[in-house]
């Protein structure tokens, strides 16, 4: 169905031609976004509009002066290497202001192309595209070991600081606006059951063991592209979280999503488990892919670091949910609930296999760097 609105956005950021098909995307989160067709002098062209979430994201400015210079830097990195920047990072347009984003209607948007014969998984089919995924996250982590980080800007403040997480939670059970806490007393003990783990890999940051790097944040599955002939991973999208951070962040909440053996939302908590499989898949392309450029510290946190964004993330859907579902979209009222009870015990599942997924991690590192 066409929509207006989307087509006056188009218009604003200069995009030619006859509108031909615009559909709504559904997947993230966060922001709102919509396919669109354009013909232009007789040859289809096809965009992604996005809505920006300015609840989240409340500066746009430095949310797109991140993405607009990491897409230019990665573009000459892909060049170097003899690959196609235009289907190897995201290409985004300037608005008729010479902006990277546009306001319309009161709503932040931006424009970028889409990147065709290619698809994502929200849910892994099999061992090699996660090993796949898992080459791309640690290539893209490698391209950008040399970006100059003082240029980035902190999208979102204390975004992967878990112990912060923590005292977000305190603060809303205090506030308990929507009266949802008391119901939810068993999660809350889990939550500060572990208040110990929530910090084990800032306090190695502070004490100069472990890096700061630039790092993507999100690396949900979702978050990556797979080219349609070779099913290899090519292009990771969703940019707005790169930040500096700790590489365990990328590797850890890749797990999180992707080794689950069901769906972060699933409710039958049987389904909830760790695939090891499907962690050594991922461990082995990441590890091929940026082994090199981590030190032992990292690489012996690389486990735990599954386990550390699981529970953050699960700490983030309670804390929504006793907020009243103001951060993530949700399509029923115990959704962040039923998200969060699947990431406890995905954490529960990781720490009884934690020695083995450590003892994985030891062997293909002693592959990729012996
Ligand atoms: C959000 O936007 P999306 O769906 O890729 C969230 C991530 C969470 C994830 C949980 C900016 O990611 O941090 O891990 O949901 N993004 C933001 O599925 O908060
Ligand atoms: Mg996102």
């Keep these: 169905m066409m929509n207006n609105e989307i087509l006056e956005v188009c218009r604003c950021f200069n995009i030619k031609g006859e509108a031909v098909s615009c559909e709504s995307v ?5 922001n709102t976004t919509n396919l669109i067709v354009f013909n232009h002098n007789g040859e289809n062209k096809q965009y992604l509009v996005q809505e ?4 989240v994201f409340r500066n746009p400015d430095n949310l797109m002066s991140n993405i607009v210079s990491v897409t230019q830097y990665l573009r000459n990195k892909i060049a170097e290497a003899g690959g196609n920047p235009d289907r190897e990072t995201l290409t985004f347009l300037p608005a008729k202001d010479g902006n990277y984003y546009y306001y319309y209607n009161n709503k932040c948007w931006r424009i970028y192309n889409y990147v065709d014969k290619a698809y994502t ?20 982590q490698r391209h950008l070991s040399d970006y100059p980080m003082h240029n980035l800007h902190e999208t ?3 975004f992967h600081n878990t112990p912060k997480r923590l005292e977000n939670l305190r603060k809303s059970v205090e506030a308990d606006v929507k009266g949802r806490a ?11 059951d572990r208040t110990e783990d929530a910090k084990y890999v800032l306090d190695l940051h502070k004490k100069g063991l472990i890096p700061l790097r630039v790092t993507h944040n999100d690396t949900k599955l979702n978050n990556i592209l797979f080219d349609k002939d070779t099913n290899e991973a090519i292009c990771v999208i ?17 797990i999180r999503f992707g080794g ?5 939302d699933d409710d039958n908590l049987d389904n909830v488990k ?10 082995r392309g990441f590890l091929s892919a940026c082994a090199k450029a981590l030190t032992k510290t990292e690489v012996d946190c690389l486990a735990f670091s599954a386990k550390l964004m699981t529970f953050e993330c699960g700490v983030r859907f309670l804390t929504d949910y006793i907020d009243g579902d103001v951060y993530f979209k949700t399509k029923y009222p115990e959704h962040n609930l039923v998200r969060a009870r699947n990431q406890f015990r995905l954490v529960e599942e990781m720490e009884k296999h934690l020695p083995e997924m450590n003892a994985i991690i030891e062997k293909l590192y002693n592959e990729y760097v012996k």
């Design 121 to 140: 998984f929200n849910f892994i089919e099999n061992n090699t595209c996660f090993e796949n995924a898992g080459r791309g996250f640690g290539m893209f």
């Design 156 to 158: 979102i403040k204390d």
């Design 238 to 254: 969703d940019l707005d979280t790169i930040m500096p951070g700790l590489s365990l962040y990328d590797f850890g909440d890749a």
């Design 26 to 30: 559904t997947g993230g989160h966060i």
């Design 260 to 264: 689950n053996t069901t769906f972060e």
């Design 182 to 192: 008391a119901s939810v007393e068993d999660e809350i003990r889990f939550v500060f």
């Design 274 to 283: 760790i695939s090891i499989e499907l962690f050594e898949s991922f461990a």
């Design 52 to 55: 920006i979430n300015t609840h």
